[in-house]
């Protein structure tokens, strides 16, 4: 009777642990079918970056914020081929890509519905090209630019929720401040010229020399401008140039423009005689 009643005691344990093991492995079929359906309701935004001859660019950054927030949700790479996959729960969204040596794009508004695909493809412009609006300011070198493009491009790693650091306070304070002088400046019917002059020291083969920029902006009227800009410089092999151009808009819709330059490229040798070589071009 000691041995029956022993092992009676060890096999009700035994079939309790049993019966339990056998209830979690029976709700584990379940619980991976409604992973599987929440999968199924995420959407998929997928596209291709390429620059703007239509080449692909690999390893390009694409990011998805909430509309109207700075928190980043989802952050994808673009393969070799320039293309990008990135699934998402339902909402709206603004797209972001950029990629190293590129300006970037921004798409806002996106809707995306459950189970939808969504194929967008960026094209980017290459950042220096001079094709962006605050590379055709005539001020683009102004501090404020500076600090407005420090802002922006600052990385997305550092989108956090909370309140903003000083100096990103202090930023915003400026750059409103000056959009209302520059919105003032724009109402005013007597807008004033600006004027640009900066010197240098350089050096090449020939030998070390001193040169000045310079640059001015007039408006003669209205609806007209005239820019002056040049180069000069005092030794061997100093750049010297002189550049004007006049700039009409007839309408909002049309823009006329009238460029003119003179500048010596440099010097030859002709019948044992040093003469400079110039150009002029209209």
Excluded: C
């Excluded at 009643?5 to 079939?15: A, D, G, V």
């Excluded at 049993?18 to 959407?43: C, I, Q």
């Excluded at 407005?148 to 600052?154: F, G, K, L």
């Excluded at 007839?250 to 030859?268: A, C, K, V, Y």
């Amino acid at each position: 009777m000691s041995v029956f009643t022993r092992s009676k005691n060890f096999l009700i344990p035994l079939m309790v642990l049993l019966a339990l093991l056998s209830n979690a492995f029976a709700a584990m079929p379940d619980a991976a079918a409604e992973a599987v359906e929440k999968s199924g309701n995420l959407g998929v935004i997928k596209g291709i970056v390429r620059d703007h001859g239509g080449s692909p660019i690999a390893d390009a950054t694409v990011a998805i914020f909430r509309t109207g927030t700075s928190k980043l949700l989802k952050q994808v790479r673009s393969a070799s081929d320039g293309s990008f996959l990135a699934k998402i729960l339902p909402g709206t969204y603004t797209i972001l890509a950029v990629a190293e040596g590129f300006n970037p794009v921004t798409l806002q508004q996106i809707e995306v519905n459950g189970a939808s695909q969504l194929n967008y493809g960026f094209k980017l412009e290459r950042s220096g090209s001079g094709n962006t609006l605050p590379e055709k300011k005539l001020d683009r070198n102004n501090p404020k630019w500076v600090i407005r493009s420090a802002q922006t491009s600052r990385s997305i790693y550092q989108n956090r929720e909370g309140n903003a650091p000083a100096d990103e306070n202090i930023v915003a304070k400026v750059a409103a401040q000056e959009a209302e002088v520059d919105g003032s400046e724009a109402k005013s019917s007597d807008r004033r010229g600006q004027t640009v002059i900066e010197n240098y020291f350089a050096g090449t083969e020939d030998g070390a020399y001193a040169g000045l920029n310079f640059a001015t902006n007039m408006h003669v009227a209205e609806n007209a401008d005239i820019v002056f800009a040049g180069q000069a410089g005092i030794g061997k092999g100093a750049p010297q140039r002189f550049e004007t151009q006049v700039k009409f808009r007839p309408s909002d819709s049309h823009q006329i423009r009238l460029n003119t330059s003179f500048g010596i490229l440099g010097s030859i040798d002709t019948e044992n005689e040093e003469r400079s070589l110039s150009q002029f071009s209209v």
